[in-house]
């Protein structure tokens, strides 16, 4: 397997076909970054701008947010699903407050001991915020690796230790083009080398694909699920927190008994949202946001 740098037509795709989006451009800080980051986490750019504007309006740096309870954070989060990351966000915010003088660390193993921060969100914002040298693998760069240097349609469903030294390997030395190159590979994936209509023709390394050279042979690993919405405790969640999110104050449970008919299922759905701290049980039994 070649490790070949197809650094350059990357590049220069990316500086003529990138999205103009608010948490790229120069002005923008580690703080918008990172929130950025941790709402795209499974979630489409289309959803995302909207709330992610909003919260920087009403939130643009980390001690504004820590300032609130993590209930408005919940509040604020939306639709865009996997709330529980709202409340990641809001402990990272008190956290970058009360142990980083406000302001986001630049240093990547600080950034993982952060709240809700991973090896994936760690590496984007040292890289996207700061210019560090890091292998930022998101479903999209992987799936660009698989094609561009394993031959293979979709990466595996789990990420592999291989995929991290491949994605090393492949690195630029100088640590801004690192960062650059870090971020193109991600849009390329994004808006090209998609997951099922891959636009072939308009990829600037095609002529070094091998999954394309190889006659873009079908994906043979383990069946690849997409996931169901309708009827699920998730659909379920959201409704009881959609109550929650338009209400004022405290609700009464039979406000939150008629958004869902399954009473199994809404009271699971409920009591795990009360597990995940996302719903604070009242002493008079109302419902509320965390306090």
Not at 17 to 33: G, K, V
Request: hydrophobic share 40%.
């Amino acid at each position: 397997m070649s490790t070949e740098m197809p650094t350059e037509p990357v590049l220069q795709w990316y500086a003529e076909n990138a999205r103009d989006l608010p948490w790229r451009e120069p002005a923008a800080t580690p703080w918008s970054i990172l929130v950025s980051e941790l709402m795209l986490q499974q979630t489409p750019v289309v959803r995302v701008l909207p709330v992610w504007r909003e919260w920087m309006d009403r939130w643009p740096t980390p001690a504004a947010l820590a300032a609130e309870p993590s209930g408005e954070a919940v509040r604020a989060w939306g639709r865009l699903g996997y709330p529980r990351r709202a409340l990641r966000l809001h402990a990272c915010a008190v956290a970058i407050t009360e142990l980083h003088g406000g302001e986001v660390p630049d240093d990547h193993a600080v950034l993982l001991s952060l709240p809700g921060v991973g090896a994936y969100t760690a590496a984007a914002v040292a890289s996207f915020a700061f210019g560090q040298r890091h292998a930022v693998l998101d479903t999209n760069v992987r799936r660009v690796l698989a094609r561009l240097k394993s031959g293979v349609e979709h990466p595996p469903q789990t990420q592999t230790r291989a995929e991290v030294k491949l994605a090393e390997s492949l690195l630029p030395e100088e640590p801004a083009t690192a960062a650059l190159w870090a971020v193109a590979v991600m849009e390329l994936g994004a808006l090209v080398c998609t997951a099922r209509s891959p636009r072939c023709a308009d990829c600037p390394v095609l002529e070094r694909c091998a999954w394309y050279l190889n006659g873009k042979p079908p994906y043979d690993g383990p069946p690849r699920r997409g996931q169901t919405y309708a009827g699920t405790d998730r659909q379920c969640r959201g409704r009881l927190l959609a109550v929650l999110r338009q209400a004022p104050g405290p609700v009464e449970k039979p406000a939150l008994d008629v958004v869902w008919s399954d009473s199994v299922q809404r009271e699971r759905a409920l009591d795990g949202l009360v597990a995940d701290g996302l719903v604070d049980p009242l002493d008079d039994g109302r419902y509320a946001l965390p306090s």
